[in-house]
């Protein structure tokens, strides 16, 4: 079965700080991996994705991921975090060799960036 | 960048009431739509999927009948929820894929619709 994990409810960081967000992943292929960011009562932000190629992916807002498909991780990474940072974020997955296109979320964790 | 755009973003009505979410795609064409229900801390529930001009693919556990989803053109697709009660009070969020509808392509998402049903 497909799935994805964030294995963090919440990550704290102090402000300057290098982040990391957690994503795992189990799919039956190759997978399309994607972030996206959530703020209080808006709906989801695509920040990067993983297709093929380059293992390092580069996003939106200084955000980066890096594929390892041994380890069958896709963490979320920052150098220096911003108090504006603060938000949920959310690791997806779609099985490209699937029957279906639908993605697949993880629970979601909680970015908290301490001034 | 691709922008959807929902419509309301906060619903307020009476039990037994039928409410419709709009949710466009403002600058591409969206050839799949999904729409989402979202708890409070929690992910992203997928209540269903609907490809421009065929019925929607409704995941197991969604009514149908309760939901009812329309994708007349390649930029609205509108959830309605028919009959409401306080039970479907939460967050609906709707996504949109264009260029053609490949699976590697990412999914752009409004801004979300709370439904409060007294």
């Known amino acids: 079965a497909q799935s994805v994990a964030q294995p963090e409810d919440q990550v704290n960081v102090a402000e300057g700080n290098p982040l990391t967000v957690k994503c795992t992943y189990s799919?039956?292929?190759?997978?399309?991996l994607f972030w996206y960011v959530q703020y209080p009562n808006r709906g989801l932000q695509f920040l990067l994705k993983?297709?093929?190629?380059?293992?390092l992916v580069k996003g939106s807002y200084g955000f980066e991921a890096e594929f390892n498909k041994s380890q069958t991780s896709f963490h979320l990474k920052k150098p220096s975090a911003l108090v504006s940072d603060s938000a949920l974020y959310f690791c997806a997955v779609r099985d490209r060799g699937g029957a279906t296109n639908k993605l697949i979320f993880g629970t979601g964790t909680l970015l908290a960036v301490q001034p | 960048g691709a922008v959807v755009s929902q419509h309301p973003s906060w619903v307020i009505c009476k039990s037994g009431t039928s409410v419709k979410i709009e949710c466009r795609s403002l600058?591409?064409?969206?050839?799949?739509m999904f729409w989402y229900r979202q708890f409070p801390k929690q992910s992203l529930m997928l209540m269903a999927t609907?490809?421009?001009?065929?019925?929607?693919?409704?995941e197991q556990g969604v009514e149908k009948d309760k939901f009812l989803i329309n994708h007349a053109s390649l930029t609205l697709s509108t959830l309605t929820v028919t009959s409401a009660h306080p039970e479907d009070s939460s967050f609906y969020i709707c996504?949109?894929?264009?260029?053609?509808?490949?699976?590697?392509?990412?999914?752009?998402f409004g801004d979300g619709t709370r439904l409060s049903i007294l």
């Open positions: 600058d591409f064409q969206a050839t799949t």
């Open positions: 996504s949109a894929r264009g260029e053609g509808g490949y699976s590697n392509q990412p999914q752009h």
């Open positions: 799919v039956s292929g190759n997978p399309y």
């Open positions: 609907s490809n421009e001009g065929s019925k929607a693919t409704y």
């Open positions: 993983y297709i093929t190629g380059d293992n």
